[in-house]
């Protein structure tokens, strides 16, 4: 190779060994952070990058959208059952409904706090709702005649005494009792009081990785008030998912009651053709071939034997012949019950 040949080939190295550094030292500019990490200004699109794989996991209520029906009508029931228990106007508001993971729900709450632990009786399930602080003191406040005008403000440290937890446990009951009724629309179920907790640690109902329906209610009471929140667990409102995953209430997914009806109505006017089969013989083609006028036929089925009448290739009904103004008559002594599966063609398992 030529000395000049050598020196352009070191001339081309030089060149892409520069591009490559200038490839390796090239900054991300903001656009590229952005679609790296799935964070688009525009919120129609769907999300992408590390965004898409952290919500992957991610449950939305919008699974069952009758949930919010339940807690619009907890609501209203609420709304009077809190003002006839404090004798003053209570308004309750529905706050938000979301989904959340269990452990972090338990990490997020401050101190102090009550937390009640319920159940529900028919299904076996827990789950909770939380008062917060400035709800506590509201209502303890209004119940042993307090001053009107903004309520007053917690104490830090001091844990609830007596007194406050067992008003508090008063509105429970009386809160689980509405959401009894509330959910009586899809489902009979009670839901029932066990115990009431300060310390988060002590109100653990499912693991931390589960995912739990977060329900906020926000309560004002003259100028104060403060927010109370439902937590149920996913596999407690198992027994009903299929009702509360309804888009409206009482749907029938592909079916329509009205043509329902019709055809129940058209179907018993239906002529239907019967047999009475007086007996099976078998009889070789051959003989059946030289069969004449006067030729007879020998049944081994007795005048006492009950004959099957049937529709088709099943029997409905079983009877006694018998003879009625000149014709030949059956009259059924016992009707045959069909067999589900036999008339639909099932194999039996």
Known sequence: MSAEAQEQMLADESVMAEGDKETLSHELSQEEIDSLLGISGDASEESQGLKALIGSSHVTYERLPMLEVIFDRLVRLLSTTLRNFT???????????????????????????????????????????????????????????????????????????????????????????????????????????????????????????????????????????????????????????EQLLQMVMGEKFGRDSIWENHFEEQLFEINVDLEAILDPVSIPLSEVLKWEKGSQIVFKAKPSELIPLCSGKFPLFLGKLGQKEGNISLKISKVKKLNRDKLLGVAPA
């Not at 009640?116 to 209004?142: C, K, M, Q, R």
């Open 87 to 241: 004798g003053d106007i209570v308004d309750v508001s529905l706050e938000k409904i979301d989904s959340i993971r269990f452990g972090d729900y338990i990490d997020s709450l401050p101190l102090p706090i009550l937390i009640s632990v319920f159940e529900a009786a028919e299904w076996g399930n827990p789950a909770l709702v939380t008062i917060d602080t400035h709800l506590v003191y509201s209502i303890v406040d209004l119940l042993l005649g307090g001053r009107k005008g903004p309520g007053i403000t917690k104490i830090e440290g001091r844990p609830y005494t007596t007194i406050e937890r067992n008003l508090v446990e008063r509105m429970i009951h009386l809160l689980l009792e509405d959401f009894t009724k509330s959910f009586s629309l899809f489902s009979p179920v009670t839901f029932k009081f066990k115990n009431l907790e300060s310390n988060p640690r002590f109100a653990v109902i499912a693991r931390p990785v589960n995912a739990c329906i977060l329900i906020r209610l926000k309560i004002e009471m003259d100028e104060r008030g403060g927010f109370l929140e439902f937590v149920i667990p996913y596999a407690t409102l198992e027994p009903v998912r």
